[in-house]
């Protein structure tokens, strides 16, 4: 029943479409509860008065356009208020949304994310390597926006592949403060003018980021600002489906051509680290009834000390016997031991850990 379920709710949605419309009436015509991530780039609300010059006095390519024009304060968190709530709507119970903002606009939607029910989990530093100078000089330059990740309820268990992440930092535990470049160069799209396509395009290196860290293969993820589909792009090719909900025609219209030359990258590409905690369990005594190690034969910890294997899957030495986990901790004396990494067993005259083992039988399980 629930396969037909999901089944037939992946059908009412219009994946990997760039929807034209208001983004609040299209996240409320589709089914509740059917959207693995939202990622949210919304109008930042800038306020700005005039034309900005540089130096030379030429004009500055600033964010001027009318969808981020705004009344007032009070219109900005009434907008805000509404497209937050259909966003909540649509979220899987274990889903979630990453939002981002500067800081004309990014404490005020922090501020509904919590009045709405969402839990905020990290709020992310996006330290640009190569920011537009302050002109003006009056300021400090403005080199970082602000994202903030939040699942749809503190009770969520949501997506985070951590040793992924830790992958793409060089086996370190990944930060919330990230330097990455603005889109220049290749990567900044351009209109029929050769002006820039879009004011605020996110570069693909921050939507990587995102997506591999919170999201699957398969996951649905929706952007509900789509601008020129940086979001759109970067999940195709990394296999997972999109949705896009974009007013602005000339905008869906570089989106389209853009995603259409995107290639999805092979099933093996997207395979990303996983926590060791997700992999299959396998029972020591499993090694034990294979044949990999037999009854009777010896292993090693790093230390010299020995432990004989007996046919149900425990250990034997002088004055311990339990499991591998239980014998290693007894003859360190410690409150705990990883039997795995700390036991080693000898083949042809090389000592070898016994996790080798496992890891050759989780390999048949996938």
Not at 154 to 163: L, P, R
Not at 252 to 281: F, G, W
Request: charged residues 25%; aromatic residues 8%.
């Amino acid at each position: 029943m629930k396969t037909k379920t999901k089944a037939r709710e992946a059908a009412e949605l219009p994946l990997n479409q760039i929807v034209a419309g208001d983004c609040v009436e299209v996240m409320n015509s589709l089914p509740e509860g059917s959207v693995d991530l939202i990622f949210a780039d919304p109008p930042y609300n800038l306020q700005l008065k005039g034309e900005l010059h540089r130096p030379d006095n030429s004009r500055v390519d600033a964010v001027d356009d009318d969808w981020d024009q705004f009344s007032s304060f009070a219109a900005y968190d009434k907008f805000t208020r509404a497209w937050l709530k259909a966003a909540h709507r649509i979220l899987k119970p274990n889903g979630a949304i990453w939002v981002i903002g500067s800081y004309h606009n990014v404490f005020r939607m922090g501020a509904e994310l919590q009045n709405q029910g969402y839990w905020i989990l990290n709020d992310v530093v996006w330290r640009k390597s190569n920011p537009m100078p302050n002109f003006r000089g009056k300021r400090l330059t403005n080199a970082h926006e602000t994202l903030i990740w939040a699942s749809k309820q503190e009770a969520s268990k949501y997506t985070f592949n951590y040793e992924a992440l830790k992958a793409l930092n060089e086996g370190v535990q990944m930060r919330s403060d990230w330097v990455l470049p603005i889109c220049t160069g290749h990567e900044r799209l351009k209109d029929e003018k050769g002006d820039k396509a879009h004011p605020t395009q996110k570069p693909e290196a921050l939507l990587h980021r995102v997506l591999v860290a919170t999201t699957n293969p398969g996951d649905v993820v929706l952007d509900p600002f789509f601008g020129t589909g940086t979001t759109g792009a970067v999940a195709k090719m990394l296999g997972r489906e999109f949705i896009g909900i974009e007013r602005e025609e000339n905008y869906r219209k570089v989106a389209r051509k853009r995603i259409a030359n995107v290639r999805k990258y092979d099933r093996e590409a997207l395979m990303v680290s996983t926590s060791k905690r997700a992999e299959p369990r396998v029972p020591f005594g499993q090694l034990v009834e294979r044949g990999l190690l037999r009854p009777g034969e010896e292993l090693t910890s790093p230390r010299g000390k020995v432990a004989k294997v007996r046919a149900d899957g425990t250990l034997v030495a002088s004055d311990a016997r339990g499991s591998i986990h239980q014998v290693g901790a007894a003859l360190e004396g410690a409150p705990s031991c990883n039997g795995w990494t700390y036991w080693h067993f000898k083949r042809d005259g090389k000592t070898v850990p016994i996790d080798l083992l496992r890891q050759q039988i989780r390999s048949e399980m996938t």
